[in-house]
Nanobody, 123 residues
Framework: QVQLAESGGGSVQAGGSLRLSCLAS????????MAWFRQTPENERERVAS???????RYADSVMGRFTISRDNAAKRLYLEMDNLTHEDTAMYYC?????????????????WGQGTQVTVSL
């Protein structure tokens, strides 16, 4: 059974930075796609960034150039470095993975989810 646990969320001022971490437990393959999603009460869960089996990363247009996704397969960790945060980045952030080398953009493609970590960016 795969379990994912996010950490690193918090409250920052606009322009600040945060680094999210996701620790996986149980069996997880380094060939699986991993991703970060975020959700607010008003919006559907959206993919922020993903990284596939070949370490190719993709980003939502809204975070391109500001966020960086990375993974440490030996440590079973996924990271999201978030710089130059804006108020619009305020959301609950979720780590997710699926048993496939390829990533999809939609949350429906992902099987395993963490409980989320809250990021709040003040103006």
């Amino acid at each position: 059974q795969v379990q994912l646990a996010e950490s690193g969320g918090g409250s920052v001022q606009a322009g600040g930075s945060l680094r999210l971490s996701c620790l996986a437990s149980g069996y997880i393959s380094p060939t699986w796609c991993m991703a970060w999603f975020r959700q607010t009460p008003e919006n559907e869960r959206e993919r922020v960034a993903s990284i596939d089996a070949w370490d190719e990363s993709r980003y939502a247009d809204s975070v391109m150039g500001r966020f960086t996704i990375s993974r440490d397969n030996a440590a079973k960790r996924l990271y999201l470095e978030m710089d130059n945060l804006t108020h619009e980045d305020t959301a609950m952030y979720y780590c997710a993975t699926r048993e496939d080398r390829f990533c999809g953009d939609s949350a429906v493609f992902f099987t395993y989810w963490g409980q989320g970590t809250q990021v709040t960016v003040s103006l």
